[in-house]
């Protein structure tokens, strides 16, 4: 498949890219200064801006499929992932690219009480407007017509992990949880390879 992989700078994008490669595909890496990451191994790296409709559909003509893995730390995290969601909905739409797989967020999806995980008595807030804008960003993927899944680790990443190959589905967000992002990434590119969520939030944990 010819996959693009918008964020592909990032931890998560990265390992997105690397599991794409080791699967045979072909991959479009969109960062934003190519200048920087000439060690994407296997992949087309070009310059891009997830917020740029324009942009977005001229980097994803002649692709199969889409994962988002951007984030914007010096924006407002409600600007940027409500602008980022509406950009990709118009740019894949025009670009004629209908599956799109988003790095998402544990702490705005059902914890064990059903309520959002930053909702639940001693979740950290720190980065609650960082939580708030990842929810805003899923409405928009909401609103949109893309056939779209917003896959999250259950908890957090596991910045140390290893690759073990397997990841599973968890009932819920789980605080405790942690998922190496190279196992995630499988994750991800089940969802691209072998889609079973659509139009949906979904939350991975390690196995």
């Not at 920087?36 to 997830?50: E, I, M, P, W």
């Not at 609103?143 to 779209?148: I, K, V």
Request: glycine share 10%.
């Amino acid at each position: 498949m010819n996959i693009v992989v918008f964020g592909a700078g990032g931890r998560a994008g990265r390992q997105a890219v690397a599991e794409a490669h080791r699967r045979g595909h072909r991959v479009t890496a969109v960062v934003r200064d190519p200048s920087r990451h000439g060690d994407l191994a296997g992949a087309r790296v070009v310059a891009g801006d997830v917020t740029d409709a324009d942009g977005i559909a001229q980097a994803a003509a002649g692709h199969d499929a889409a994962i988002s893995a951007a984030a914007d730390l010096s924006a407002p995290p409600h600007d940027f992932f409500t602008a980022s969601s509406r950009a990709l909905a118009t740019g894949l739409a025009k670009a004629g690219v209908r599956r799109l797989v988003v790095v998402g967020l544990a702490s705005i999806l059902p914890g064990a009480s059903g309520a959002p995980l930053m909702d639940e008595p001693g979740y950290p807030n720190e980065y609650r407007s960082f939580y708030l804008g990842h929810a805003a960003g899923l409405e928009e993927l909401r609103a949109c017509d893309l056939d779209w899944a917003y896959v999250a680790p259950a908890g957090d990443f596991d910045h140390a992990g290893e690759r073990t190959g397997a990841y599973a589905v968890a009932d819920h967000g789980d605080p405790a949880s942690r998922i190496s992002y190279a196992d995630f990434a499988i994750a991800l590119l089940d969802e691209v390879d072998a889609p079973r969520h659509h139009r949906a939030a979904v939350s991975v944990r390690e196995t």
